[in-house]
C-alpha cells in the first residue's frame, strides 16, 4: 500500500498527518518560519526567509531552531506512521535555506512510545502561565536528558537555587535590554494578534509575546540562608547546549529541543522559553560563567509542573507547500 502512492510513500491522509505534524513545532512568536515541500519521495523542511524575525533573530538562529524542530516532528510522524525515517541534516552547501530532508527509509512497526510522541506533538503547548508547585522529578529530568543526548545535544538542568535565582536575575536583565529597544518593541507587536483571526502569531488573550515568562519570572524556590542545604526550586531552568556554535548545531538543538518538549509532555511536565538569555550575547556569557558550560547554550528553557493551556494557531497544511512541492496525493 504504501509504495503505490508518489509523495514519500505516504496516502494523502499520512502525507497530511506528516504535513500537519511539522507545522505543530514550536517557533519563536508562532512565527512558524518554515516551508514544507514533497520532493522525489522526501519531506523537505525549509526556512522561509520572509518569516524571519530580522530584529529579535539578526543570524537567523531562532528560526533554525524553530525548524530543526519542524523536522523532528516529520521524523515522529514517519515513525508512528510506520516508516523508519531517514534525515539529513543541510543536506545541499548552495542552499542554506534547505533545513534538512527526511525520507521513508522502509517499513518498521511503530512501538507505543513512538505512538505516544506523536500524540504528544497535538497536546504539547509552550507554559504561559504559571507552573505548578511541584518540583519535576529525577526520573523526569533524566527522560528529558536522554531525549536531548540521543540528539547529540547536552541538557543543563539546574537545580541548586542559588544558581536558579541568579538566573533569574539575568533573565529579567535580558528582558530589559531587548525591551529598550524600540525595533524590538514593535516587531513582537507586530507578531501579537490584536483584532480578528490570524493563522500565526500569539494571540493577545494569551498574552503575546511581550509577556514573556522571562519578564514575570519568579521562581518559587529560594536558596534559604548562605550556608544552608540547597533546598530544590521549581520550575528549574534547563539549556540544551551543542558542541560549536553554527547553523547544524542549531538545527540539531531545534531536532532535540522537540524531543525534550514531547517527553516533557508525556511526562506532565510544561516548558517556557528564556530565549533573551541566548540572544542578548553578555548575558548568554554570563550564563556559560555561571553554570561553568563548556559547551555553548543554545536554547534556554524552564521546566515545571504542567498547567492546561490555549493553543495558538497553525497555518494549514496546503499553505505551508512550497510552490515547487510535488502535490499532495490523491
Ligand atoms: C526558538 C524559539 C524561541 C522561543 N522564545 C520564546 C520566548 O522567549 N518567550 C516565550 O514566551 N516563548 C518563546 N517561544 C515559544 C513560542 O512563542 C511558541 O512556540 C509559539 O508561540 C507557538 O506556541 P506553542 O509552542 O504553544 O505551540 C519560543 C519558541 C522557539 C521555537
Redesign the pocket.
Known sequence: MHDSTPTAGLDRQETLAVLIAATRA?????SQPWVLRLRDGAVDVLADPARRLLVADPRGR?QR??CG?ALHNVRVALLALGHRPVVTVLPDPSDPTLIGTVRPGGPRPATAAEQDRFAAIGDR??QRDEFGSQPVSADTVRAVRGAALRGGVGLEVVTDPRAVERIAVLARRAHRVRMEDPAFRSEVARWTAWDGPRDDG?PAELGG?VL???SVWTPSGSAGPPGSAPRSASPLPAFLTTHTDGPREEVRAGAALQAVLLTATTHGVGV?????LIEVEPMRTSVRRLLGLRRPPQ?ALRLGPATAGPR?PRRAPESVLAPDSDPLPD
Request: charged letters at 10%.
Open positions: 514550536p517557533s519563536l512568536h508562532n531562532e531552531v524553530s524542530a503547548h509552550t500569539v509575546p514573556s515568562p522571562s517556557a522559553f528564556l530565549t533573551d536554547i495558538t
